[in-house]
């Protein structure tokens, strides 16, 4: 597939690639002395020791080091990933060795940058439609407050007292909001709650922090476990959803995109192998609770009359095994393979999900839904993947954006080529927390991950603007231009001096009143435009915006509002006599008889995220509530 595709770009253009191999190692000879472009993929640890074959003498290359023969030809090095692939001192003197004319490193989180040439960050390969557009679902539960709802957030042992955060429902302001409070011993859950009865008795009384094994106990309730849920829609409950809607999404997007040649993928990340695959006694591989669900839901899902053109041809009740598979760390080892109906027929699972991604994009492959552990979490990832689903029993420890750059790629289709566009190409991640926090914590990554500074404009923040030349042509804003622009907006005190964007801009540009010299009014419009994304939204509320309101004299003085005033005027107090048993009784039958508990409800939000130079968005476009009738185990 690279083949043909370098082959449209680089027309008349010989060239050979290969992967080295030192049972071929007289393919050396044939690199070094070709009259055409050679491409050679190895590895560093195929050439970092003396005891490499490439670095001994050898017959098949008439007695020489085959590595002399690479070095002669100063290759251009290109380094893919280099903060994991040389990241020690040893392998960057293994690629020094090969006597490079020059090194190349690519990487979208460089740890060490040397001269660096280019940069493609976060907001520009979104803003140029390069990578997928974002959503996120989630599912998050309402009206389930009756119960003391705790989670057990995590434990900290590395200052004295020992501390634990608990999430819980707190009274604040009259309201319930769920929040995380941090506890030590002693602390009273009741007290923490705002007085919240459900509370009563939940004074911690130890808190464990051996790792693995974390706990809290309450002096007159049963102790949680580190991840653990109480008083809370079942966890399964959640999980199951997740997986119902994922599959939904994936079905709807496969309706739209299987005509266009796209083959779509899911990809679920949970955090225990077993809860997907376990093996029995005789090694024999058994369905998890995850791979049971999904059997289930895929079966009533598919029935549905919207995808009869999807499974007019398909046997509903055997299409399900064929599916979904995972990649697991205990694969390798050969387990996967059985007999048992729950594995892709007569396929290597292993080198078709890691290997083999190619016959995994082709319709030919029934494999769409892929679960995994910690093994695809570095250095995998799939252009057709556009569904992530994290089935984690805590929050993921794993950043948002190695969670959402396994699915980032642009999708290709059966001829290999990429298609472009949102309307295409729209990654939907379903979180185990709300959109809201997954968006603040994407940005916060995007800024220390990318040093980021959002809402800020620099001196070259308008160096992308074409202009016409006197000749006809086009050309790129001189940096001397884009600098005047900067001192101008600083000179109106519509940026500070470190760029930071004022409210003043935010108002402008809300108003209509940004205006620039004269000199740039061609360009005006770009310029504008650059800066509405950079700037934001406006979430101040202008003080000097209040308004005055003229008296009515008229009015004011009339005898009918002074003789108002005069009864109104005077400080009043009352008091009242009631019946206290009766007002009692009467109360508890009004209640007994109007008083509605709603009943637990779930939840479905999705949301889209913009990324641009102001910040991190989130723009909701669907919700749907769920009502359970036994949501909890």
């Known amino acids: 597939m690279n083949s043909e595709h370098f082959k449209l770009i680089y027309k008349n253009v010989i060239f050979k690639a290969n992967e080295y191999k030192s049972q071929n190692i007289e393919n050396i000879r044939e690199f070094a002395t070709s009259d055409h472009i050679r491409i050679m993929v190895m590895t560093v640890q195929s050439f970092n020791k003396d005891s490499n074959v490439i670095n001994k003498d050898h017959e098949r290359t008439n007695g020489y080091k085959p590595l002399e023969f690479i070095k002669d030809t100063n290759p251009i090095i290109i380094i893919d990933e280099p903060q994991t692939t040389v ?118 009384s130890e808190i464990y922090a051996a790792a693995g094994a974390e706990y809290v106990d309450f002096t007159s309730k049963d102790y949680i476990q580190l991840g653990e849920v109480r008083g809370e829609v079942s966890d399964d409950v959640i999980k199951r959803m997740q997986i119902k809607k994922t599959i939904e999404e994936h079905l709807d997007k496969e309706a739209r995109l299987t005509e266009k040649g796209i083959k779509v993928l899911s990809l679920f990340f949970i955090d225990k192998v077993s809860n997907y695959r376990y093996y029995d006694e005789d090694g024999n591989p058994q369905k998890g609770k995850y791979a049971i669900w999904f059997e289930e839901e895929y079966k009533k899902i598919i029935a549905k009359p919207k995808y009869n053109n999807l ?136 800024e220390e991950d990318e040093g980021i500074k959002f809402g800020i404009i620099e001196t070259h923040t308008f160096a992308n603007i074409k202009i016409k030349t006197d000749a006809g042509g086009e050309e790129y804003l001189k940096q001397e231009r884009t600098e005047g622009i900067w001192e101008y907006l600083r000179e109106q005190t519509y940026i500070e001096d470190n760029g930071k964007v004022t409210d003043k801009l935010k108002s402008d540009l809300k108003d209509g009143r940004l205006k620039l010299p004269e000199e740039y009014k061609e360009i005006e419009l770009q310029i504008i435009g650059i800066i509405k994304k950079i700037a934001g939204s406006l979430n101040i509320k202008n003080a000097d915006q209040k308004q005055k309101v003229k008296i009515n004299k008229r009015r004011f003085l009339s005898p009918e509002f002074k003789e108002l005033w005069d009864r109104i005027k005077y400080k009043t107090t009352f008091s009242i006599q009631f019946d206290t048993e009766r007002l009692v009784k009467e109360c508890s039958e009004e209640i007994m008889k109007t008083l509605r508990i709603d009943k637990g409800k779930m939840i479905y939000t999705k949301a889209n995220i913009e990324i641009n130079k102001g910040e991190v968005l989130a723009d909701e476009i669907d919700r749907n509530i769920f009502v359970m009738e036994n949501m909890k185990d």
């Open 87 to 204: 990241s020690t001192q040893k392998a960057n003197e293994a690629i020094m060795s090969l006597n490079p004319l020059c090194t190349l490193r690519y990487s979208a989180t460089h740890k060490d940058k040397h001269n660096l040439m280019y940069r493609l960050d976060a907001i520009d390969a979104y803003e140029r439609k390069l990578v997928k557009q974002i959503e996120v679902a989630s599912i998050m539960t309402k009206d389930n407050n009756n119960d003391a709802y705790l989670k057990l957030v995590s434990v900290d042992n590395k200052k004295t007292p020992i501390t634990a955060k608990i999430e819980i429902d707190k009274k604040e302001n009259g309201k319930i909001k769920r929040g995380v409070v941090t506890v030590k011993n002693g602390d009273d859950l009741f007290e923490k709650s705002g007085g919240r009865e459900q509370y009563s008795g939940y004074i911690v």
């Open 311 to 446: 499974f007019k041809d398909v046997d509903i009740d055997t299409e399900a095994e064929f599916v979904h598979n995972g990649y697991f760390a205990q694969d390798k080892k050969g387990k996967l393979k059985d007999t048992t109906g729950n594995t892709i027929a007569d396929e290597d699972v292993y080198s078709l999900i890691m290997k083999d991604k190619e016959r995994l994009l082709s319709f030919e492959s029934k494999l769409k839904f892929i679960f995994s552990h910690s093994a695809l979490k570095e250095g995998w990832d799939n252009p057709n993947v556009f569904q992530i689903c994290t089935l984690n029993e805590t929050k993921s420890e794993m950043k948002k954006r190695q969670e959402i750059g396994r699915g980032l790629r642009i999708a290709v289709d059966q001829d290999g080529k990429r298609r472009y566009g949102f309307e295409i190409n729209t990654l939907t991640v379903m979180a185990n927390e709300s959109y809201e926090d997954f968006t603040k914590a994407l940005q916060k990554e995007i």
